[in-house]
């Protein structure tokens, strides 16, 4: 402890004694460090939004697919034919006999529209759309501001009828009730349709709620029959009864759309079924590949935080062989020389990634505090860091160390 704490104070001075070679170094390794806090800070926060999202949307809920969307599939560029193309599409019908199932609690027909919306002069392009049945409040967590739902009657008849979100109806009706007015609809470039505004809805705050402010909501046969809005991958948003686990649900839908297709025991089902964790999973293996790309990134900073450390304590070394050698003339051992120059240099790095770990964190909030993306700085990651400037520190050091530790003593002194 007595050697480290003497080379800890000589490290100091030898900083203070080489400012600007010393400032290059620690540059480079703060950059390194920052790059690990900063990303690791940004991917903590998002994954554990969405990790909450899914936990508010319901744990129990899935969803009926035509084809599995979390995993990645390759397109044949020679036949130019999309991964689900001999996959059958979810029909109504089939959606009316799962929701008549014991387990299930709700059913309901969804698929994406992206709209065009008009009303009071003002028009709003690119709003994310979906077209439902009306049980869909129960699995898109929020409150009604304003207005109601459409019903089943609405939905079973085509009535023109929608639900938007709060800041849609401010951005098109401002500080008027927008319950009751009318809207121009328009999809896919088509003509614009009548339809009337029955709701506002207000999703449950979280990061998609950031992401899409503006959204609406229409009955599925409206989109069907007034925009000729496009159902090929439409799916079903289940939610099970509480009292019955998941899997047995999971287990009565797959049972029952495999007999209504006709599948036999050794076939393969050609729907997919995507559970709330699957959607964890998926997000945990990009999330993954961004910590290799965020590593990579900063490796490249502690190289040239590592290359300086070779050079300014290659430079000390030189500018005091004559205090080395007076100290093994009077009883320094090597390994003292070694352990010395070794702490220096890992003093060096670590002022580096303290420099870092600040300048990260400020990263990160800064960005958290401009953008609805969450920061949550993870213990990891500053032990990592700390972890990965230190070990550079050593390992760039040592060659110096061992240089200095081998010099001898009369040789040293006679040093000019």
Sequence with gaps: ???????????????????????????????????????????????????????????????????????????????????????????????????????VREATVDFDVVLTISAEGRRVADVQGSANSAGWPDYTIGDFVAGRNFIHAEVEHSQPVIVISEPLAGELFGRLDPIGKSVRISEGGR?????????????????????????????????????????EMLAVLVVPEERILPAEVEDQVIGLLRTMRGLGPGEENNFAIIRSSELVDSLNQLTSVFFVVMVALSSVG?????????????????????????????????????????????????????????????????????????????????????????????????????RASKLEPVDALRHE
């Design 1 to 103: 402890m007595g050697a480290m704490g003497e080379g800890f104070w000589i490290a100091l001075g030898a900083m203070r004694s080489n400012k600007i070679r010393a400032g290059l170094t620690v540059l480079g390794v703060a950059i390194g460090v920052s790059v690990v806090v900063a990303m690791a800070a940004l991917i903590t926060g998002i994954r554990s939004s969405l990790e909450e999202a899914f936990e508010a949307s319901g744990p129990q809920n899935f969803i009926v697919m035509r084809f599995d969307m979390s995993e990645v599939r390759e397109v044949f560029a020679g036949s130019g034919r999309l991964p689900w193309w001999n996959k059958p599409k979810i029909t109504p019908l089939e959606v009316q006999r799962i929701a008549e199932l014991p387990g």
């Design 191 to 231: 003509s614009p349709e009548r339809f009337t505004v029955v709701g506002v809805y207000q999703i449950e705050e979280n990061v998609f709620s950031e992401a899409a402010q503006y959204f609406a909501i229409l009955p599925y046969t409206a989109a069907w029959k007034e925009l000729k809005a496009s159902d």
């Design 302 to 402: 502690l190289m040239v935080g590592g290359v300086g450390v070779i050079g300014i304590m290659l430079i000390s070394v030189t500018e005091r062989t004559r205090e080395i050698g007076i100290r093994k003339a009077v009883g320094a051992t090597r390994r003292e020389i070694l352990w010395q120059f070794l702490v220096e240099a890992g003093v060096l790095t670590l002022t580096g990634a303290a420099t870092g770990l600040i300048l990260g964190a400020g990263v990160a909030y800064m960005a958290e505090a401009a953008t609805p993306i969450p920061a949550a700085i993870p213990f990891w990651s500053v032990a990592a860091g700390l972890a990965m400037a230190l070990l550079t520190g050593m390992l760039f050091g040592l060659l110096p160390a061992m």
